[in-house]
């Protein structure tokens, strides 16, 4: 009954939330780049396409190196979990303009998708399917840098440097948040934050402690002064790349109302599956019943 129900959870997640599928009359190999960790063998790479759903050769393919993730996680991620090889990758696909974000993971067990869409709208990346695998389970962090580099090839186009620095701190930070309180409250927090950046680069750190505090409070969640600390960190480079970048708070808006829909699709999900289960238990309950009337369920034990 529980590998029913998980089934049935999933396929109307897929239904709620979009598939694998680039639908988009603007997908094709043109504007899809694949980027593949350097260190797996022919067999995991043939087993990233098929988690990619697409024939290896039909698109571009680049690979990436542990010496070109670090040129962007060192300092924000630790360097046991950049490891020494790289194997995670990435399927990007660009959308038109107002398409939207659709993020898919398989084997990432740290990032969630919200967190990169959420982090790469701070990148200046929007409109686009992004399939994000790897053969064995990865955190996820050095997925960032493959996407970083398919979009700029399928532009011509070179994202701000600064831009995409910050947009790994508010991965991490939003990750390691997400461990105490949950990844969906932890987006939540960060993107009100974001969308506060006008008002909160003429606050001071007291301000804008009191600020999260309060923010922190509509989810219902508790903060440490350490996970303060960060979240003041990251607002602080958010304001450079937001005078940098006119656009960022629009793209924030975007994200905010991206993950409404998803909280809405869960929600509606949660309530199926609660009906489904109390009408199936309702079911189970009038078998028994009727076996106990019968006798069924008093036969000796052997």
Not at 51 to 57: D, E, I, L, S, T
Not at 264 to 272: I, N, P, R, S, Y
């Amino acid at each position: 009954m529980k590998k029913s129900l998980s089934l049935l959870l999933a396929l109307v997640l897929l239904l709620s939330c979009g598939s694998f599928a680039f639908a988009d009359g603007n997908s094709g190999a043109g504007n899809t780049r694949a980027v593949v960790g350097i260190d797996l063998n022919d067999d995991q790479v043939n087993s990233v396409y098929a988690n990619f759903g697409v024939q290896r050769g039909s698109v571009p393919e680049f690979r990436m190196t542990n010496a070109m993730e670090r040129q962007y996680l060192n300092g924000y991620v630790d360097s046991s979990i950049i490891g020494t090889k790289s194997i995670s990758c990435v399927l990007v696909t660009l959308k038109n303009d107002g398409s939207g974000m659709n993020v898919n993971t398989s084997n990432v067990n740290w990032c969630t998708p919200n967190m990169y869409i959420s982090a790469l709208a701070t990148a200046g990346i929007t409109d686009a399917d992004i399939i994000v695998t790897a053969p064995v389970e990865v955190s996820g962090t050095a997925a960032l840098v493959g996407i970083y580099w398919a979009y700029e090839d399928i532009t011509g186009q070179k994202l701000s440097e600064t831009a995409k620095l910050v947009s790994t701190q508010e991965l991490t930070v939003t990750g390691n948040l997400a461990e105490e309180i949950g990844s969906m409250d932890a987006s939540d927090i960060v993107n009100d934050l974001k969308l506060m950046l006008n008002e909160t680069e003429n606050m001071t750190d007291d301000e804008m402690k009191k600020e999260i505090v309060d923010i922190a409070a509509q989810y219902n969640v508790s903060l440490t002064d350490k996970q303060i600390s960060q979240l003041i960190s990251l607002c602080r480079s958010l304001e450079t790349v937001k005078d940098d970048d006119n656009a960022l708070i629009s793209r924030v808006q975007e994200v905010q109302n991206t993950l409404n829909k998803v909280k809405d699709a869960k929600t509606k999900v949660t309530g199926f599956v609660e009906t489904v289960t109390k009408a199936v238990d309702s079911v189970t309950s009038f078998f028994t019943k009727i076996a106990d009337i019968l006798g069924f369920n008093n036969s000796p034990q052997k």
